[in-house]
């Protein structure tokens, strides 16, 4: 008899959804995570008395989030402290102005007009369309696998409103955002968005289109820090007999006659199971982990051929007073162009300026029991930057950087932000490697283009071992919070599938 | 021969509609396109 029925490998989101349900199925389930907490890109840990959020610092569609939690007959509501984000976020302009988008929609159609009444119509037209497309693939997409063709062909069986909006898929999120707005104040509120997805407006497919629409679903932080969320899973499966064991790293997946048998730790240490379930990277998975004997030569090319996605260097900062901000979430913008040029010519090339823009999540705002009494905390997500910099690294260059870039957020974000910190910690793409074991610190381990998505992406279930499947980023939907609760429900249902 | 002269016409006519394409969308399409020989090896995966 095997040690556990299935063995998950990391206590990402992913993972431990995958792994609740499972034990839910009334199954002996083990994860192993190589740190000490849970959450992966989702976490928090303690500094000095202060929770810092490692990646993620807000959610959407926590009702999808939900849909895990309802099949073990609880809820997200239950589980997890959420507070409303209102508003959904703040824009602060290159040219100093600032537009806030409030969670209510008509109060956001009052916004528009005010800013730009020649795209009030424009608006309308995006919500319609972004509301029906959301409609439709909130029902199928995600929660139905997506690896081969029959699956694609199931998918639009069920949910045919789908092909309605073929044209978002052949289209970038530049061309759906400019096909509804003109005014270049509204197109720059809009452009970093597509970072959330992880690549710049040009190259990002069009169904992301719907991330600035979509935050008017909800946008939600979870009290304690966004480790509660993972931690709900956690509960939830520890509460049928899921075990989770720390600071336990897998060197490789066991495979006899082709079937997973369980993993070895780096400490030599083998548990045996019947199925296996990776929350990791599915090209370190492939490429490091299973014995490539059983994987074709053409899936080798396949593996090879995919490119983690971008990395984003973090800088928390923890202040002894409130910052100069007005709410949770301000994105600091650029007009799409620059946007786009930045990829191209500075994240391309390595070049990692101090002059940055990004997302200023201002946690204590919605939580103030995360800092001491009185103090404060804004996990500063900056611009995607390059895992190699040109002419450097980023263990040279991060305490120079560090120094510049606060230089800059004081200078045209922050007033005063230099006075009011007690601690800054720059985390670069190859810290985040080096403690998620993320490689190349790729923040949804997979580029998300087209030809990366859908039956392109790796297989939840794999086509190369039998019984070892996959849950996380690497797998469809992708990355984000959301997406990977969506990957744990796949996996589960293709293990009741198929593995009795 | 005649297959050819409309793979000529065909390319001809894409390569046309490329040009005519706005900078961000031939940037897109060039993205998608450098991936082609990809995608059946990523079916695989």
């Known amino acids: 008899m095997k040690d556990y029925d299935v063995i998950v490998i990391g206590a990402g989101v992913g993972g431990l959804c995958a792994g609740a349900l499972l034990a839910h199925q009334g199954r002996r389930v083990l994860v192993v995570e190589q740190s000490n907490r ?13 929770k810092i959020d490692i990646g993620a610092s807000i959610i959407e569609f926590a009702e999808v989030i939900n849909w895990a939690f309802q099949r073990m007959g609880t809820s997200i509501y239950e589980e997890v402290d959420l507070v409303p984000v209102d508003p959904t976020f703040t824009a602060k302009l290159h040219d100093g102005s600032e537009i806030s988008f409030p969670l209510d929609l008509k109060e956001t159609e009052h916004v528009i007009a005010e800013v730009a009444p020649e795209d009030l119509d424009g608006w309308k037209r995006y919500a319609e369309t972004i509301e029906g497309f959301l409609t439709a693939a ?65 190259l990002l497919p069009g169904h992301f289109g719907m991330l600035p629409y979509s935050e008017h679903h909800g946008v939600h932080y979870s009290k304690g820090g966004m480790i509660s969320i993972p931690k709900g899973f956690q509960k939830c499966g520890e509460r049928v007999g899921m075990e989770v064991r720390f600071e336990c790293t897998v060197d490789k997946v066991l495979v006899e006659n082709g079937r997973a048998s369980g993993v ?14 990776s929350n990791i990277n599915a090209r370190k998975l492939y490429m490091d982990m299973v014995d490539p004997q059983y994987i074709s030569p053409i899936a080798q090319r396949g593996i090879r051929s995919y490119r983690y996605s971008m990395a984003t260097p ?7 007073s409130e910052p100069a901000l007005k709410d949770h979430h301000t994105l600091m913008t650029r007009p799409m162009d620059q946007i786009n040029d930045y990829w191209f010519n500075k994240y391309e090339k390595g070049i990692f300026p101090a002059e940055q823009f990004g997302i200023l999540s201002w946690t204590t705002k919605s939580d103030p029991g995360l800092a001491p009494k009185g103090h404060h905390i804004i996990a ?64 949804y381990a997979l580029r998300q283009d087209l030809f990366n998505s ?29 997406t990977v609760s969506s990957s744990g429900i796949i996996a589960a249902d293709l293990i009741s599938k198929y593995e009795q | 021969m005649k297959t050819l002269r409309v793979l000529t016409y065909i390319t001809a006519g894409l390569l046309l509609v490329y040009a005519l394409l706005s900078e961000s969308r031939k940037r897109y399409v060039k993205n998608l396109v450098s991936q082609v020989p990809d995608l059946i090896p990523r079916y695989f995966v």
Not at chain 1, 39 to 50: A, E, F, N, R
Not at chain 1, 146 to 168: C, E, H, Q, V
Not at chain 1, 314 to 320: A, E, K, P, Q, T
Request: glycine share 8%.
């Open chain 1, 38 to 50: 849970v959450g992966g890109c989702c976490s928090t840990y303690d500094h000095d008395g202060y």
């Open chain 1, 138 to 202: 909130l029902d199928g997409f995600f929660t139905t696998p997506a690896s081969t063709f029959g699956d694609i062909i199931n998918l639009f069986r069920n949910t045919p409103d789908l092909l309605k909006y073929g044209s978002l898929f052949a289209s970038s999120y530049e061309d759906v955002i400019r096909r509804y707005f003109t005014n270049e104040k509204i197109i720059e509120a809009f452009s970093f968005h597509s970072f959330y997805a992880g690549l710049p407006p040009a």
């Open chain 1, 264 to 277: 070895q730790l780096a400490d030599g240490t083998r548990i045996t199971s019947d199925i296996v379930v």
């Open chain 1, 314 to 320: 973090m800088l928390y900062l923890c202040l002894n």
């Open chain 1, 380 to 443: 500063v997500t900056l611009a995607p930057g390059a895992y190699r910099l040109a002419g450097t690294t980023w263990d040279a260059a991060k305490e120079n950087l560090k120094a510049e870039i606060i230089k800059y957020l004081e200078a045209k974000y922050l007033p005063g932000l230099r006075d009011q910190i007690v601690h800054a910690i720059f985390s670069t793409p190859v810290d985040f490697e080096r403690e998620l074991l993320s490689p190349e610190g790729a923040i």
């Open chain 1, 454 to 482: 859908l039956m392109f992406r790796p297989a939840a279930r794999s086509r190369h071992v039998k019984g070892l499947y996959l849950a996380g980023a690497s797998t469809h939907p992708g990355g984000g919070v959301p």
